[in-house]
């Protein structure tokens, strides 16, 4: 997996989104609040428990003998030899409730690949009227963060890993970066926080470009240059537009003109137009 030098967050115009950039935070929201309805009742399938499996998963049990009586006292020792039925009802358990936490208490932080994409445009950044973040991947809040991949099956999950790894972390923070391939052209990837609502801040570095949707109010867009001029003077502005030759969005890179020269300069609608 190699991280591209920079990443891209879809924002709408909002007193959030200008609250985050005036105190240069990624916000960590819940995912509870994703569009895609398989992100949060995502019930994953369980791969077949093989003769072998079994085996592995009554080693584990036998090397912890507080589990192993859990389990004696719960399914009675015959279990033991032939009860794939009782791995298996005990493993979907298991992931239900890890589901269920992390539905709960992580914090998810969503970028793109991309900036031009007219679909992310219309359904993250308020139908072309929001803004999209550029981000430096240099920071350390980028270390972690994930690719999301895309298939177009339910993902399956390894009942013997999550018994004997005990990685619940690394395998419900994959299943979470798991989407259908329907949703591939976000070219997504995700950075997870333990705690939901967590804002992480960022140097005023590591935030490189700020491109303003095709149908931004002049407005909206003097706001946010105004509170770039006072903390990220290197940031550069892009003014976003509809491509004549294809379906995305093209941005020419523009200078910060306050209201009434812009005005006076005829460089504003006038409200009859």
């Not at 298996?88 to 239900?96: A, E, Q």
Request: aromatic residues 14%.
């Amino acid at each position: 997996m190699t991280l591209p030098p920079y990443l891209y967050k879809y924002e709408s115009f909002s007193t959030q989104s200008l609250q985050n950039l005036k105190n240069q935070v990624i916000y960590f929201g819940s995912p509870l609040k994703f569009n895609d309805p398989y992100d949060c009742a995502l019930s994953p399938s369980i791969k077949n428990i093989t003769d072998d499996d079994l085996e592995k998963l009554k080693v584990y049990l036998q090397s912890n003998p507080e589990l192993e009586r859990s389990f004696k006292n719960q399914y009675g020792n015959d279990s033991l030899a032939s009860s794939r039925e009782m791995f298996f009802r005990v493993g979907k358990k298991l992931i239900d409730d890890k589901i269920r936490d992390f539905l709960k208490e992580r914090g998810v932080s969503c970028f793109s690949e991309r900036k031009d994409s007219l679909l992310m445009w219309s359904h993250y950044s308020d139908h072309c009227k929001g803004l999209c973040l550029e981000f430096s991947t240099s920071n350390e809040v980028f270390q972690k963060i994930r690719k999301v991949h895309y298939q177009d099956k339910i993902p399956e999950i390894d009942i013997v890993a999550m018994f004997c790894d005990e990685d619940y972390d690394t395998i419900i923070n994959n299943l979470y970066c798991t989407k259908a391939t329907d949703w591939a052209y976000e070219q997504e990837w995700r950075a997870i926080h333990s705690e939901v609502g967590t804002e992480y801040g960022y140097s005023s570095s590591v935030l490189t470009g700020v491109y303003f949707g095709p149908d931004m109010e002049y407005v909206a867009t003097e706001i946010i240059a105004l509170i770039l001029a006072g903390q990220n003077e290197h940031v550069k502005l892009w003014k976003g537009s509809r491509s004549k030759e294809s379906f995305s969005v093209e941005f020419q890179q523009i200078t910060y003109t306050p209201y009434l020269e812009a005005q006076r300069k005829g460089m504003l609608k006038s409200e009859d137009e």
